[in-house]
């Protein structure tokens, strides 16, 4: 009889999804260490994540739900797993989502930009960033950041996102956070085949 080996599911990343670090969300994640340089990057998600849904800014609700997806939300299956990462890795090399961002606080927005190059600087900085992503170097930025710059106040603005938001494949939504979404309004699509629905179930029961 043939000897069959024994199937072993890949594991789920441990953490919230949406703010992991991309070494952590890639395929082989199982085998690294998480580091607090790991940390360090999961809190500029946080901050991007939050800015995005309840900072002023000029993205349209559908371009939100586009790159919170490719941000934040896309995965892919993998040996009965799940890896991702892949849009933060091409935001991190040429800023592909977060270029088309304009915050409303301009502050906000030098912080996330100079935390971004901080991690993972674009080309023509590379050599004045060199070595800059370390515990010690990120605190001193923060520490004379906040010292400078006032951050705005009472500029709370809810985004949502359409409804046709990604949804991964993978059933593990205790991964990432609870994100608003668009209610359903009067005469969207759904509404209108709800009805049109109804219409032909009665038409069915009249024919009886």
Not at 82 to 92: D, R
Not at 186 to 191: A, I, M
Request: net charge neutral; with cysteine; charged share 25%.
């Amino acid at each position: 009889m043939p000897q069959h080996t024994s199937y072993t599911p890949y594991p789920v990343p441990q953490g919230t999804w949406a703010f992991m670090s991309i070494r952590m969300l890639r395929a082989g994640y199982e085998l690294r260490k998480h580091t607090f340089q790991d940390d360090m990057e999961g809190l500029l998600w946080v901050a991007l994540y939050c800015g995005l849904l309840y900072l002023p800014h000029n993205l349209s609700a559908d371009d939100l739900t586009s790159m919170h997806t490719g941000l934040f939300a896309r995965s892919s299956r993998f040996k009965g797993g799940k890896i991702g990462g892949e849009g933060k890795s091409v935001n991190a090399s040429d800023r592909l989502w977060t270029r088309f961002v304009q915050f409303e606080d301009a502050h906000f927005a030098e912080w996330i930009s100079t935390v971004m190059d901080y991690h993972r600087p674009p080309e023509g900085l590379r050599e004045a960033y060199k070595g800059m992503w370390t515990a010690e170097k990120l605190d001193a930025y923060l520490s004379g950041f906040l010292q400078s710059h006032d951050l705005a106040r009472d500029n709370r603005a809810v985004h949502r996102l359409s409804t046709w938001q990604y949804v991964s494949d993978v059933s593990t939504t205790s991964l990432f956070p609870p994100t608003p979404s668009l209610p359903k309004k009067r005469g969207t699509l759904d509404e209108h085949s709800d009805q049109q629905e109804e219409a032909s179930k009665k038409a069915r029961l009249e024919q009886v």
